[in-house]
Structures are given as C-alpha cells and as structure tokens.
C-alpha cells in the first residue's frame, strides 16, 4: 500500500507540473504580458519597465519557475480587467460552483445507481429499457439547450423557479438538474453493467448456494463489489461538472468561476483564464489520486 | 429404508432465441446416507444442469421440471424461494470448479465462512469463528485463526477449495454436491481433494454427489456411477458394475481408453470417438450416441430406449456391450 | 487422469444468424442509421432540399410562427428567425456543419489517438508509460474551458474549431486503441509476425489495427456525438463557429433572447441537435452489442 501510495503521489505530481507548464504556455503565447499590465495608454519605456521590474525580460524557464513560486505562495497574478488578484476573484466565486458541482454529483448518485442497480436486476425487462432510454436520451441532450428548456418551461410558463442568478437556492435547483442529468447516464450504465457482472460472477452463485437470503446476496455480496469503480467514475465526473460549469453558469446567469472564465476569455483576461485551468486540473488530479487510493484501500488485492 | 434424495424423470430447457435447448431429458437420480454418486459426462452433457436444478440455482429463464424431487420426503419443487433456502447451505452444501472465482474478493475467509453458520443456525458471532476455526482443521489447513482473517486472493487454489469444502460443511449437511471440484487444480493437489473429500465422508457419513469429467476420480471415489450422455442416462450402476462390466458401448468406449493406474507416464491422449453429439435443441429418435456407436443398428436411430436394469445395473442400449473387463484395470 | 470432455465435436446449436439479419434485428441500430443516413443525405442535397436561401433576410417577415401554429404558413414551414431567415433551409444547411465538425474531428482525434494507443500497447514499457502519462494530463484538462480558452486565443472559424476538438479528443482513441493492441500484441499470429522479421510498423498496420477497428469503430461514433455536442456548446457561447453560418448551436444562441415569445427558434435546432446526437450514439451503441455478444452497456 505504501509503495502504491507513494507511485500514485509521483504521477500526480508529474501530471500536475506538466498541466502548469501548459497553463503558463497559454499565458504567454497569447499576449505581451508587459504591454497588457501597463495598460494601453501606456508608451514603450514604460512598458520596458513594467517588464524589467516583474521580471519578464527574463528566460522563460526562469519565468515558470517564478510563477511556480508565486504560485505556492497563493499568489496566482492580476486580473487585467479587474486590476485585482486572481487567487481573489476566483476564492469569491468557488463556493457557488463547488456547491453547484457537488449537489449535481450527488443528486445524479442518488438517482443514477439505484436505477442502475434496478435494471441489472430487472435485466431486459422494460424497467431496464426504460432506465436505458432516459441514459440515452441524457447523453445526446445538449446540456445548454436542456437549460433553455427548462428555463422556459419552469421559469418563463409555470414561474416555479426564479428566471435565473443564484440569489436564493430555489435559482439553483435548475442548474443542478442540467448537471445532473448530464452526469447521470454514464453512472447509471457503469453501475448496470458492473451489478450484471457481479450478478453473474461465480461467488454469487456462492452465496446462493450458501442459502443466504437475497437481501444480504445483494446488499453485502453483489453492491460493493459492483459499487467499486462507481466511485472511480464519480471523481472523473466531478471534473467534468466543474468543467461544465462554465456552460451553465452562463445560461442561468450564475456568478461562478465557470461564469468568470467565461467572461474572461471574451475580455482575453488571460491570468484568470489561466489560473481557472490550471485550478480545474489540480482538483481533478487530486481528486483521482484520492480516489486510487480510496479504491485500493477498499480492495484487498490492491492493498495487499 | 427411504432415499435421502430421490430424484424422477428430471428435465431442463433453456429458452435460447427461437427454441429452448434440452439440457437434461429424463433423469433419474437417487442417493443413500453416506454413499458417494458420481456423475460422469462430458462438457455439455447436463451433469451440472441436474446439480444445479436440485438447488434450484439454475441460470436466470433456465426451467427445471420433473415427477419426482424429494428430499427427506420434502418435495424440492414445491418449496418456496425461501424454503429452499433454509435447505441450501445448511442440509445441502455445494462446492465449484472454479475456487479461484467462487469466494469473494471483498470479505475476508472469516467472514464468509461464519456468515453460513450464523445464517442457518443463528449463532453468534463467537460461536460461528469457534465453528470456522473447526472446520478449518477439519479440513487440513493449518493455523486457522491466522487463516480467517486473509483475504481470497492471498491463498492458493488449492487452499481456497479446502475453504469451500469448509464453507459447505459448516452446517453438517445430509448432502454435499461437488461439481468438478478438481478440475481447475494442479494434478497433486486434486489428489489431495479428493482424499480429503473421501476422508471427510467416512468421518461424518455425509452423502457425496460428484459431478465430474474425470475417470479417475471416479475410479477413486465412487460407491455408484451414473454416466451421462446428451442429457440422458446412458450406464447406472455400482462402481464394480460399471466399471467390470460396461453395458453401454458408450461407457465401454471411455475406458477403453482409460490408462491403467500406476502407468501414468504412458497416459495417452484419449482417442476421440468419432461423430458427433445430437443438437440438444431438438428431439431426436432413438439412442443419442447411435451416430457414434460401433455397433448401431437401424433400429437404434429409430426406437426409443428405455434404460432396463439387470441387478441395480441399469442401461438404455438395445445391443449391449456383453463381455466382462476392466473389473482389476479400475481398481475395484 | 482421463479426460472425457473437451475432444468431442459438439453440433452447433447456436447457428449465428447473419451478419445484416443481426444488424437488421437490433432496433436502436436502425434506428440510429436512419437519422444518421436522413442528414447525411439532407447535408449532401442541401441546395435541392431546402426551399430557400438560409442567408436571405426578409426583414418583413421576421420570427415567423412554424406550420403548425396558428399563424404559419407554407412560405417556412419552419418559420423565420429574428432577421427573417427561412429556418428550414438555415437547419437544412446546419447539418452541414455538424456533420463536418463531427468528421473533421474525428479524422484528427483518430488519427493521432489511434496511432499513440496502438503505439503504447504494442510496444510497452517505456513507450507505454509516456503515452499513458500524455493521456492522464490530456484527461487532467477541463475539456469545454481549453477549447473555449485555445479558440478565444486563436481566433475563431470553423476549420479552428474543428482542429481544436481534433486536438482535444483523442484521449478515448487512444485508451481503447492501446487496450486492444496490447491484447492482441500477445497471439500467436502476430507473434509468429515478429519471429518472421516483420518490421513494428508492418505488424501494427497489417496485424493489429484491422484487430482493434470494431472497438475504434464504436470510439468513432461517440467521439463524433461528442464534437457535434462541444460545436454546439461553443459556438452558443459565441466561441465557435461566427455567423452568419447556419449552426444549430449558434441558432440557439441566436433565438436566446426571443425565448418568451417565440420558444420555437430555440426548440428546433436543439430538437435536430438532440435527434443527430441521438441517433449517432445509437448507432454506437448497436455497433458494440453486435460485435460483442456478451450484451450492452
């Protein structure tokens, strides 16, 4: 386990320094950072002294190292629209995506592995149609028009929920449906086909032949087995609904960092951008590696 | 004296897409306290699919019917779901070919062995590990409390069927059922089952029913024999019957090519017995092995054959086998 | 030991059915290949089916109500748009674009994630952990924010769009191509390739990759779903394809503001987009459970 643990480490410290590498490649390919922190009145001597004094006018790699270093110390660089922190505007808005991502993971677990576990059991069943049908008509919904959709079924003609901001929760049960709905289809057919896996698998028919009533066949030899790379794929999805966010942010008019980055590639605000990217990445780093060694404590192969 | 188990005219169709295939057609099976029946066939011949419907653990559309199924004069096929599950693991035990696959990965050797235990006899936690760590012992694995904490993956093949043979006794059951339990194991370390298997049975006068392809084992093993053939009867009888005096030119042609124990080395491959099996999707007339039999005749592609008995010794052939041999190459 | 099993022939009872019956008998494959086959031929014939110019504006007769609205008339079937286009020709000509994207993208992500993954699994060892490692941090990437961040920096058009998502989605190629060419690097047959000299390409062209086509097949039609998805999304958010072309996505972000009360200008391109989507990721699905009898999902 402690060999396993430290293997992991290595690699998501690699993934992660290569995913800064490529957020800082983006910074600087697009813009004279100079030039655009001195502002556009400014004229060429000032711009040179903005460059001397940040450093810019130094080799690249010695750049990357500064911003590495700025970088553990919290410090992610100015906002050119803002004119203030980044590491500020994006703690501002990180609370309202994160809870929009993890009530949509959740939301989507809650009804995704029930449903996935009822259709493996209920195999070729019209209950197990059913449950394809609403997994394939999840993923070729456009999760931007499904937003529209129900901003004008539920908002414009029934006026259950607000129209859009996230002012009160009732604005944010919207958004968490899109994203749940988004997530939901590729969770509910791992769980299906790992249920049918386990269901066939020869210590099943063990515990069958043990007598056990089918309860405790289910609930403690066939969920947890089956279970298993759900969780794996939860963390994946998490990373995706953070990724998503900037979809529905922008439908429903939410002030979240998906909103932000949004707003900040149209304004070619690159830090922002940049650190969102870079943000993004690391929580999904992070979160797999935690999942990894969750699964490998959960399994006592791995563990072994 | 009545039969522990007592089995009529068994049947079992599996519905595949436009048909159902028969996999058994007509058995009929019966076993005494602590006698040893060994089921003998090929892959396909529906030796596992009669296991299997007497727990009633047939594959999912898979259909079990027959006139008579009664253990300790309780009709299995009347019992409920979980009728039926009060019996399994507890008066029937049931051990696998595969022991790589058949424990799970998740629990530890303790916990699913005590889990029977607790199930059908509602016992507490420290009787169920006192049982385990007996059974253990009982089944030759030594330092058995070590042995309950680890995982499957952490023993051999070898171990983790001696676990099963454990699991399935936990209760003391009247039967055990082993379904090719050494077909998935080293050459040594089978022999080391099936001594245990013996060993066990004179111990605790279980009843063993043992399915399996191998003619040795049931050389080494059997008080009586049925030899299956397309879902069918084809040969029943003692070991000394079967084994001295082969009726059905099926059996006869099996240990023909049997190697003679002792002389190992000079194994040789069995020589395939030309034709083929009917398709069991269909019914066919007459004999099932006629298209692959010596001595058929037209009659045997066309009557029906009934299995008649001579002295316990049953055969469904119109032109048996009548010359006596083998009687010392088997051993018995 | 004597072993009975195994040596004797046993007649085939499970007679396979043919190849098109089975493809016939699976429902959500035909399905799926009518709508795919529908808008191809609708992409194709473009200029003889559609009943007008998609870039004509009428400003007489902007938002015009669908056919089947009380006030629509046979003039657009489809009703018009906010400048007064005829929507059934725009969405005619639409599925141009989505088809193009998705194949464009396609052909890009294929080629370099099919290459890298047979690579890996075929070659192994060091080779394999770089490209497994260059698939870890490419899946590390949030997909929607680069693409939105490469096309804002870049500039945007449609060949841009389609060589970023080409650039982005070769991840599952990859996977699945390196799954199966370490599966098959192990057979006889290409064994007794390499021990005849063959050389590494030859072997992967010749030996593994007609091997690993089914699977890749089935990447193909998700990947192609998913770049028609991302076009979309994109150019809603204004950073993919620029008017005044006709994508679905853009007609919906074009209708946006007109949602009170003419909800149809969103409603049917997103329909269209939805039924392309659908049908492409049936046939996906189809194309996998006939070629792997063991079921779906």
């Given at each position: 386990m402690l060999r396993y643990t430290a293997q992991r480490l290595l690699v998501a410290f690699a993934v992660a320094i290569s995913v800064s590498v490529i957020s800082f490649a983006i910074l600087r390919m697009s813009t004279d950072l100079a030039q655009a922190l001195a502002g556009e009145a400014a004229n060429q001597e000032q711009v040179e002294q903005i460059r001397i004094a940040y450093g810019l006018d130094r080799p690249l790699p010695l750049q990357y190292l500064d911003w590495l270093a700025d970088l553990f110390r919290g410090d992610l660089g100015q906002s050119y629209y803002f004119r203030s922190p980044v590491a500020e505007l994006i703690g501002d808005r990180l609370p309202l995506t994160f809870s929009l991502a993890i009530s949509s993971l959740f939301l989507a677990l809650v009804i995704a592995v029930p449903l996935g576990i009822i259709a493996a059991l209920k195999q070729n069943t019209w209950i197990d149609r059913a449950c394809l049908t609403l997994a394939v008509v999840g993923q070729a919904m456009p999760s931007f028009w499904f937003a529209l959709m129900l901003i004008f079924f539920f908002a414009v003609q029934l006026q259950w929920v607000p129209l859009s901001g996230g002012a009160?929760?009732?604005?944010?049960?919207?958004p968490v449906v899109v994203l749940a709905y988004y997530a939901m289809p590729a969770i509910m057919r791992l769980t299906r086909a790992g249920m049918v896996d386990v269901l066939a698998s020869d210590y099943i028919r063990t515990a069958?032949?043990?007598?056990?009533?089918?309860?405790?066949?289910?609930?403690?030899?066939?969920?947890?087995?089956?279970?298993?790379?759900?969780?794996?794929l939860a963390a994946v999805q998490f990373g995706f609904l953070l990724g998503g966010s900037t979809i529905v942010e922008t439908v429903f008019a939410l002030d979240g960092i998906g909103y932000l980055s949004w707003e900040s590639i149209q304004r070619a605000d690159f830090p922002v951008v940049q650190s969102i990217v870079l943000l993004f990445s690391l929580i999904f780093v992070v979160l797999t590696l935690l999942t990894d060694l969750l699964n490998a404590w959960i399994d006592p192969r791995v563990r072994g | 004296m009545t039969k522990l188990l007592d089995i009529k005219n068994l049947r079992?169709?599996?519905?595949?897409?436009?048909?159902?295939?028969?996999?058994?057609?007509?058995?009929?099976?019966s076993i005494d306290r602590g006698e040893t029946l060994c089921i003998v066939g090929e892959s396909g011949s529906g030796k596992s699919m009669s296991s299997l419907a007497v727990m009633n653990l047939?594959?999912?559309?898979?259909?079990?019917?027959?006139?008579?199924?009664?253990?300790?004069g309780t009709d299995l096929l009347r019992l409920s779901h979980r009728g039926m599950a009060r019996i399994r693991g507890d008066r029937i035990g049931m051990i696998f070919q595969e022991p790589m696959t058949s424990l799970n990965p998740a629990y530890t050797i303790g916990n699913q062995l005590q889990e029977v235990y607790r199930r059908h006899r509602r016992a507490g936690r420290a009787a169920a590990r006192d049982r385990a760590i007996e059974l253990l012992e009982l089944v030759g694995i030594p330092n058995a409390?070590?042995?309950?904490?680890?995982?499957?993956h952490q023993l051999s093949g070898g171990l983790r069927q001696r676990v099963m043979i454990a699991m399935s006794l936990m209760c003391e059951p009247d039967i055990l059922i082993a379904d090719e339990p050494t077909s998935a194991l080293d050459v040594t370390v089978q022999v080391q089952i099936l001594h245990l298997?013996?060993?066990?049975?004179?111990?605790l006068g279980i009843a063993v029913i043992l399915i399996t392809h191998d003619l040795g084992v049931v050389a080494r093993t059997a008080d009586r024999v049925a030899v299956v053939y397309a879902g069918q009867i084809l040969e029943t009888g003692t070991a000394r019957q079967v084994f001295g005096t082969p009726r059905h030119p099926y059996t006869a042609r099996l240990l023909d090519s049997m190697p003679i124990p002792g002389?190992?080395?000079?194994?040789?491959?069995?020589?395939?017995?030309?034709?083929?099996?009917?398709?069991?999707?269909?019914?066919?007339?007459?004999?099932?092995?006629?298209?692959?039999?010596?001595?058929?005749?037209p009659e045997c592609r066309t009557t029906e054959v009934p299995l008649v008995r001579e002295d316990g010794h049953g055969f469904a052939c119109l032109h048996p086998e009548t010359e006596a041999r083998f009687a010392q190459k088997a051993g018995v | 030991m004597t072993d009975i099993s195994t040596e004797t022939p046993i007649e085939d009872d499970f007679v396979r059915p043919s190849r098109l019956r089975q493809w016939l008998s699976h429902g959500g494959l035909v399905i799926g290949g009518t709508i795919l086959f529908i808008t191809i031929f609708m992409a194709i014939f473009a200029a003889y089916l559609a009943p007008g110019d998609p870039y004509l504006q009428g400003l007489g007769d902007r938002l015009q109500p669908p056919i089947w609205h009380d006030r629509g008339s046979w003039d657009h079937p489809l009703g018009t748009d906010q400048l007064g286009r005829d929507y059934l020709s725009r969405l005619i000509y639409g599925s141009r674009i989505s088809?193009?994207?998705?194949?464009?993208?396609?052909?890009?992500?294929?080629?370099?994630?099919?290459?890298?993954?047979?690579?890996?699994?075929?070659?192994?060892?060091?080779?394999?952990?770089?490209?497994?490692?260059?698939?870890?941090?490419?899946?590390a990437m949030p997909l929607v924010l680069v693409a939105l961040a490469v096309v804002g920096l870049v500039g945007n058009s449609l060949f841009i769009v389609i060589a970023v998502l080409g650039l982005l989605l070769w991840d599952r190629f990859a996977v699945v191509a390196r799954t199966a060419a370490a599966q098959v690097r192990n057979l006889d047959y290409v064994a007794a390739a390499r021990a005849l000299g063959c050389s590494t390409p030859r072997i992967i062209l010749q030996e593994v990759l007609p091997n690993v086509m089914g699977s890749i097949l089935v990447v193909v039609t998700l990947e192609m779903a998913h770049a028609i998805l991302l076009e979309a999304a994109l150019s809603f958010l204004g950073l993919g394809v620029q008017p005044p072309l006709p994508s679905w996505g853009l007609m919906i972000a074009e209708g946006r503001d007109f949602i009170f009360f003419t909800p149809w200008v969103i409603a049917i391109p997103g329909v269209a987009l939805f039924v392309l989507v659908l049908g492409i990721n049936l046939v996906g699905d189809g194309l996998r459970d006939v070629s792997s009898p063991g079921g779906r999902s």
């Open positions: 009160t929760w009732q604005g944010l049960i919207l069958r032949a043990k007598g056990l009533s089918s309860t405790s066949i289910l609930l403690k030899h066939a969920l947890r087995n089956a279970v298993m790379p759900v969780i794996a | 079992v169709e599996i519905p595949i897409q436009g048909g159902a295939v028969h996999a058994v057609r007509g058995v009929d099976l047939l594959p999912k559309g898979a259909h079990r019917s027959a006139d008579r199924m009664s253990f300790l409390p070590l042995r309950l904490r680890q995982y499957p298997l013996k060993d066990l049975q004179t111990k002389m190992m080395r000079l194994r040789r491959k069995l020589q395939a017995i030309p034709g083929t099996v009917p398709s069991l999707t269909n019914d066919f007339q007459g004999c099932a092995f006629a298209a692959r039999c010596d001595r058929a005749r | 088809l193009l994207i998705g194949i464009g993208t396609v052909a890009i992500a294929g080629l370099i994630g099919t290459t890298l993954g047979l690579v890996a699994g075929f070659m192994g060892g060091r080779v394999d952990m770089v490209i497994s490692f260059l698939i870890t941090v490419r899946l």
